[in-house]
């Protein structure tokens, strides 16, 4: 018998303010993870690859925007369209972060707290059924959240953690 997904408990029943809850959780250690950064860490390359933190935080708000944009067709019990053009999620990473590579760090930022708050707004609009149960709507919604935030927040503090063992010491 196959386990619960990452971030899912074992048992599926949930309802709407639970559901935020574990997306609130997951969101605030996100943000605990990039705090007090200043703009030059937030871009200086390394915390994925040749991401930065920005890049990071903007990939996030890519997945909350596509989010938003899919979960009201999937809530009508109808399929969110194929990105045609992207071929694989590598390629549409890779693309979505090219559009968005010029943007400063405080405009993500703002874009981040922007987004997410629609989400949030959203997900608080839409009938309880949608939570009660393991749906369509709640798996898209777990996988671009609450399943999402935290592998970011671990690679942000696995990149701070990395540039403070190589930080000569102060003094």
């Given at each position: ?23 609130d ?52 019990g109808?399929t ?28 993500v ?38 399943s ?13 953690a ?10």
């Amino acid at each position: 018998m196959k386990g619960p997904e990452p971030g899912e408990e074992n048992h599926t029943s949930m309802n709407s303010q639970q559901l935020l809850n574990k997306i609130d959780k997951a969101w605030a250690d996100l943000q605990e993870s990039y705090a007090g950064l200043s703009g030059a860490e937030l871009v200086a390359p390394g915390a994925n690859g040749d991401w930065s933190v920005k890049d990071i935080l903007a990939h996030v708000t890519t997945w909350e925007e596509e989010t938003l944009r899919d979960l009201p067709l999937i809530a009508a019990g109808e399929t969110p369209p194929e990105d045609a053009g992207y071929g694989s999620l590598d390629s549409f990473n890779a693309q979505k972060m090219a559009q968005k590579r010029d943007l400063a760090p405080e405009e993500v930022l703002r874009q981040l707290d922007a987004v997410h708050a629609r989400l949030r707004d959203y997900v608080q609009s839409v009938p309880e059924e949608h939570f009660t149960r393991e749906t369509p709507f709640r798996r898209r919604l777990r996988f671009d959240t609450y399943s999402h935030y935290p592998a970011h927040a671990r690679m942000i503090r696995e990149w701070r953690a990395a540039r403070e063992v190589l930080a000569p010491p102060a003094g």
